[in-house]
């Protein structure tokens, strides 16, 4: 089974940077994509940025040109680069992988931007 686990969150000012990791393990092969989401409270997960295995990325326009998303297959870790950070970037980030068919989460990491 595939475990995720994530790093890098916490409290930080606006217009600061935070540089979130999630590492997968429990895998033989490297995942086919790997992406970031996060969760506002009272509001629906949405989809941040996401890279394929082949390194295509795609953002939300929200942080596009702010957020980098990157990864290492032989580590099997995906990472998000936040910088610029907004009070409306507060949420819980939840790293996906994603092998085949098959889909696993990690727990979540808080990110707080205060103003």
């Known amino acids: 089974q595939v475990q995720l686990v994530e790093s890098g969150g916490g409290l930080v000012q606006a217009g600061g940077s935070l540089r979130l990791s999630c590492a997968a393990s429990?895998?033989?092969?490297?995942?086919?994509?790997m992406g970031w989401y996060r969760q506002a409270p009272a509001k629906q997960r949405e989809l941040v940025a996401f890279?394929?295995?082949?390194?295509?990325?795609n953002y939300a326009d929200s942080v596009k040109g702010r957020f980098t998303i990157s990864r290492d297959n032989a580590k099997n870790t995906v990472y998000l680069q936040m910088n610029s950070l907004k009070p409306e970037d507060t949420a819980v980030y939840y790293c996906?992988?994603?092998?085949?068919?098959?889909?696993?989460w990690g727990q979540g990491t808080q990110v707080t931007v205060s103003s």
């Open positions: 996906k992988a994603s092998y085949g068919i098959s889909a696993f």
């Open positions: 429990g895998s033989s092969s490297s995942a086919n994509a």
């Open positions: 890279i394929s295995s082949g390194g295509s990325t």
